[in-house]
Antibody, heavy 117, light 106 residues
């Protein structure tokens, strides 16, 4: 089964930027819609953004408000989330997940983003 | 925008007991694309039930899902020690999640 591995998390000041990556070891990466889902400490799950297999369609949660950009490199089986103008409330574990129709069938282990001064 | 409300917030039960978790949508869901996930502390979620009642690969048959319209239920027929976790429902296509139900050992 394909494995997803996120990286790029860390501590950043409010207003700063961070780029998250998600590496997919499977063989069908370019065929799959992919999502970023986040979870604030002690809180529930929250969808952030998703992108079609060929990158031609993208969608974002309302709270993103033009601050985040989702992208992918199918040649390298990599998914990205460029996060700009970060806020304290963006502090969360960010998961990448593979969509299988109406649900997520694979998840990475998550990468922690902490926004703090 | 559809909101999913899970109840109860916490369920305190003993191993061997039956667990019944509820997920209610603020609007009727015609497609029944309702998924249940289990999340253990420090781990990513894993899918249990999709399309309201279909068990995902490798999920024991003590987990079952039911419901339609606005009301959906996850039932764990007999709790095993490894079932104590947080459970989330999720709706497609807007990828909305409920706030979660924690099943804890009584």
């Amino acid at each position: 089964e394909a494995q997803l591995v996120e990286s790029g998390g860390g501590l950043v000041q409010p207003g700063g930027s961070l780029r998250l990556s998600c590496a997919d070891s499977g063989f069908t990466f370019s065929s799959n819609w992919m999502s970023w889902v986040r979870q604030a400490p002690g809180k529930g799950l929250e969808w952030v953004a998703n992108i079609k297999g060929d990158g031609s369609e993208k969608d974002y949660a309302g709270f993103v408000m033009g601050r985040f950009i989702i992208s992918r490199d199918n040649a390298k089986s990599l998914l990205y989330l460029q996060m700009n103008s970060l806020r304290v409330e963006d502090t969360a574990v960010y998961y990448c997940a593979t969509e299988s129709g109406s649900y997520y069938h694979s998840w990475g282990q998550g990468t922690l983003v902490t926004v703090s001064s | 925008e559809i909101v999913l409300t899970q109840s109860p917030g916490t369920l305190s039960l003993s191993p061997g007991e039956r667990a019944t978790l509820s997920c209610r949508a603020s609007q009727s869901v015609s497609s029944n694309f309702l998924t249940w996930y289990q999340q253990k502390r420090g781990q990513a979620p894993r899918v249990l039930i999709y399309d309201a009642y279909k068990r995902a690969t490798g999920i024991p048959d003590r987990f079952s899902g039911s419901g339609s319209g606005t009301d959906f239920t996850l039932t764990i027929s007999r709790l095993e020690p490894e079932d104590f976790a947080v459970y989330y429902c999720q709706l497609y296509p807007r990828w909305v999640f409920g706030q979660g139900t924690k099943v804890e050992i009584k």
